[in-house]
């Protein structure tokens, strides 16, 4: 059976799902999405986008940290337009031509594949890692209710299995670690962050949150708290993040924060205050790539 085929359709199955809803969901709630757009001024806008431009310079900065933590050295100008001139890319099924743009100009100035890999896998695994921390953390924190409620709907043979494939994966490194410790240990102990990296991270959920906070604060008489609503982002990227049929975490995302803001808001409002925060950090990443073909010095040095 060719899965690599199966994987791909079904990702342009989600994608087409997504349209079909999008417009369904706009002839049939069109005045609920014009009475809110005209309630979302300017003003508004243009702070959501200013937060979410500056999480993405975060994320730039993690990105260049991660590669110099693997002696390739970056400039502030060519870490902005590597990583924003290969981010579009993710929005194309498949889950890999972002990684495949940024392999791709690394090879072609002769940075080793190695560096290359090891670069990507820590710079991923530091957004993925930090934002599953402070998700789990800042809920906990501030509405400790809805991860009960989140882990009461899921049925009681899928925890048992979850805790099973948990334990499973716990020997498996355990006993990985155990016969080639020195080897993966020394590897494994090279991919955590270093101090530098903490900040970066820990300003794009501040500014990625803020922003959904920023959307919603209009619609709410009593707006939830910062913290949780930066939590739900943290989960609802890590959420896009891995499911795989779902481009940029397109549709999952949004799901996360419909989910988690039902308590504050009607269904139909929260779908659509999800809905123009990925617009808006669409045109984010757009934007992103325009600055970088008005911007001049593209060059990379490998160290050593």
Not at 168 to 197: G, K
Not at 284 to 295: K, M, T
């Amino acid at each position: 059976m060719n899965w690599a085929l199966l994987k791909n359709v079904a990702k342009w199955i989600w994608l087409s799902a997504i349209v079909v809803f999008v417009i369904y969901y706009a002839l049939n709630k069109r005045d609920i999405i014009l009475q809110t757009l005209s309630l979302l001024s300017w003003g508004i806008l243009l702070g959501v986008f200013l937060l979410i431009f500056l999480a993405k310079l975060c994320l730039v900065a993690n990105m260049r940290i991660a590669a110099s933590h693997f002696s390739i050295n970056f400039g502030w100008i060519d870490s902005y337009r590597i990583y924003n001139l290969t981010q579009l890319a993710k929005y194309i099924p498949g889950s890999i031509w972002q990684f495949v743009g940024r392999i791709a100009i690394l090879r072609e100035r002769g940075v080793a594949a190695q560096d290359i890999r090891d670069s990507l896998l820590a710079e991923h695994l530091w957004v993925m890692a930090s934002a599953g921390v402070m998700g789990v953390v800042l809920i906990a924190a501030s509405q400790p209710g809805l991860l009960h409620v989140w882990f009461d709907n899921v049925d009681v043979n899928i925890r048992l299995q979850w805790v099973l494939a948990g334990s499973a994966l716990m020997i498996a490194s355990v006993i990985v670690v155990f016969f080639l410790r020195s080897h993966l240990l020394r590897w494994f102990l090279r991919l955590r962050p270093p101090v530098m990296a903490i900040p970066a991270l820990l300003f794009t959920w501040l500014f990625l949150g803020s922003s959904l906070g920023v959307t919603i604060a209009p619609f709410v008489e009593s707006s939830p708290p910062l913290a949780f609503i930066i939590g739900i982002y943290c989960l609802a990227y890590v959420a896009g993040f891995l499911v795989p049929f779902a481009p940029a975490g397109l549709g999952v995302r949004e799901a996360v924060f419909t989910f988690s803001l039902i308590p504050f808001m009607s269904v139909d409002l929260a779908v659509l205050l999800a809905a123009i925060n990925r617009i808006v950090y669409f045109s984010v990443e757009i934007i992103a790539v325009v600055f970088c073909f008005r911007l001049k010095g593209f060059q990379i040095n490998k160290i050593g």
